[in-house]
């Protein structure tokens, strides 16, 4: 199971959809993959909520009751790149590794930002960017309030401004194309990696791309059954059992 860009300790972590996630799926081995921690965040201001605990204590809890649960950092808590090697509450700490599916093939997994050259600017800017985004994420619940009286599914606007900004600057294509010549330098079929929260799935490139996606707006995870890899949309899938008892009551 692939999980990446939780954010934990800032306010657009959907926690309690990843727990919900967690308490419905388990995994033999466990990557978190990049920004797990949000320490840009919490560098601005402290933001931990007891659900964000409850997200650790079920990672920890996995790793003691014997699933490999390995956490490979990304920009938002690079911090953790000095530990590399290191174990804590015994979650493994590595900067990228090599994952063999059940099939025999090799895939790079690594957080991404290594292949992402806004990453020194955005860093620069991030104080900026957090008071920016407190307030679109209070406009994207009033938003979305106003969608739930009128019996409308949630819409989240973040993720529209995102994908409209990013398709126009080509910005996640770039990114798929620098990572897949990350992967091919390290000689496997594939890479999975987080990073620009867009969850994706193709071959298009040379080498099979596999991003997990996020835990702020999309809730997605990549999970690997016997060498097929799938995309869970937990939050699409959500809504749709939330959906599908007042559909039956319409009926």
């Not at 808590?77 to 509450?89: E, I, M, N, P, S």
């Not at 330098?185 to 791309?209: N, Q």
């Amino acid at each position: 199971m692939f999980l990446s860009d939780l954010h934990l300790g800032s306010r657009g972590c959907r926690s309690g959809d990843l727990i919900d996630f967690l308490s419905h799926n388990d995994a033999d081995t466990i990557y978190l993959v990049g920004d797990v921690l949000d320490a840009w965040r919490l560098s601005s201001q402290w933001y931990w909520p007891p659900a964000h605990d409850r997200v650790l204590r079920a990672l920890t809890g996995a790793a003691r009751a014997g699933r490999r649960v390995v956490y490979l950092p990304g920009n938002h808590d690079d911090f953790l790149r000095g530990y590399g090697g290191a174990q804590f509450a015994g979650i493994e700490v590595l900067d990228r590794t090599i994952h063999v599916a059940a099939d025999g093939r090799r895939y790079l997994v690594v957080h991404g930002d290594v292949c992402d050259p806004l990453v020194a600017s955005t860093r620069r800017i991030h104080r900026v960017g957090y008071r920016a985004e407190r307030t679109v994420l209070a406009l994207d619940s009033g938003f979305n309030l106003l969608r739930r009286r009128l019996g409308l599914p949630r819409r989240s606007m973040t993720q529209w401004a995102k994908h409209k900004l990013k398709t126009s600057l080509r910005y996640i294509s770039e990114y798929e194309r620098a990572i897949a010549d990350l992967a091919r330098s390290h000689a496997v079929d594939g890479v999975i990696c987080g990073h620009v929260h867009h969850a994706a799935m193709h071959s298009e490139l040379g080498v099979a791309y596999l991003n997990c996606g996020d835990w702020v707006e999309s809730c997605t995870a990549i999970v690997e059954d016997d060498g097929r890899f799938e995309i869970i949309r937990w939050r699409a899938a959500h809504e749709a059992r939330a959906a599908a008892p007042a559909q039956a009551r319409a009926a």
